[in-house]
């Protein structure tokens, strides 16, 4: 297989210089639920609206629901138009996250939306696993309502570092610093999965809020899936091309305008960061003291 990539200008220039025919369209396709996902979790619960553009999530008192990608990637980007549970969302998870289904050397790249009462804010939890190590959980709560429009959300993950966006904000950066010793998932394919649970255990306001079933069913909308990167099975030559576009120059560390972003984001909407927690890690974890 070939990497996916987007029918922009610059492939399509590309192409033509070596022969502009119709044929252009198989350079690539934008994801489609049908084609390269499938319910994993109660198909009673996921409806395809909008002639399958759209996927609704349901959460009621019987059920909540996930579906996944077919595939599993190696490096890439990969990205939804998400709009949240709205209204009382209290309780309710909602993930998108991408994991190596490998439990004992688990690699896990999560977005989890943490619902709240109507009017306060929804807090969005970032984690990574690196080779079956978790605990890296930081918290972000959103500058806007993600429950009035469709937002997107962005995993890049290259050889560089990991990049979790909301729009075009990077809100959480975690650099490949093997060569220091911390863990970097690099050698498994991951695949895309996506959730809406009940976690009023522990989601809001770490479980004291509960979730109101009077407030049921619950719905999230999906859409506008994009997925570049290596599927696998496929030649290894492909996650290790360092000429796919996700492994370009100006995709190895942020820009000096995403830089700003990403320290507007800490310094004003960052309510948890685990490696200021000194009650849970008396010792810094090493990837926090290594830089972004
Ligand atoms: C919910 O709202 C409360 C009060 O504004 C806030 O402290 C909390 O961070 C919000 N998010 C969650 C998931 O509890």
Redesign the pocket.
């Known amino acids: 297989m070939h990497p996916r990539r987007p029918l922009d200008l610059v492939t399509l220039a590309a192409f033509c210089v070596l022969s502009c025919s119709p044929l252009v369209s198989v350079l690539g396709r934008p994801a489609t639920f049908l084609q390269d996902f499938h319910v994993t979790w109660a198909d009673s619960h996921i409806r395809q609206i909008n002639g399958g553009a759209t996927i609704q999530l349901i959460l009621d008192q019987n059920s909540g629901c996930g579906f996944a990608s077919k595939r599993q990637y190696m490096f890439g980007r990969v990205s939804m138009k998400i709009k949240l549970v709205p209204g009382d969302s209290?309780g309710t998870v909602t993930a998108f996250y991408m994991n190596s289904n490998t439990d004992n050397v688990r690699d896990e790249l999560d977005f989890e939306f943490?619902?709240?009462?109507s009017g306060?804010?929804?807090?969005v939890?970032t984690n990574v696993y690196a080779h079956g190590k978790g605990d890296r959980e930081q918290?972000v709560?959103l500058w806007f309502d993600p429950a009035a429009d469709f937002h997107t959300y962005s995993i890049l993950w290259n050889h560089h570092h990991v990049v979790f966006y909301v729009d075009e904000m990077p809100i959480r950066v975690y650099k490949n610093n093997e060569a220091k010793g911390v863990p970097y998932p690099t050698y498994q394919p991951m695949g895309i999965y996506s959730t809406l649970w009940e976690a009023d255990d522990w989601?809001?306001?770490?479980g004291l809020?509960k979730i109101d079933w009077s407030k049921a069913p619950f719905y999230a909308y999906y859409k506008d899936f994009d997925i570049e990167g290596c599927s696998v099975p496929e030649p290894a030559s492909c996650a290790s091309d360092p000429k796919n576009w996700w492994e370009g120059a100006s995709y190895q560390q942020l820009s000096a305008v995403e830089t700003q972003r990403y320290r507007w984001v800490r310094m004003n909407h960052m309510?948890y960061d685990y490696c200021a927690d000194r009650s849970r890690y008396p010792m810094i974890p090493p990837e926090c003291e290594a830089g972004i």
């Open positions: 209290a943490l619902g709240n009462r306060q804010p929804y807090t939890q918290r709560n989601a809001t306001r770490g809020e309510i």
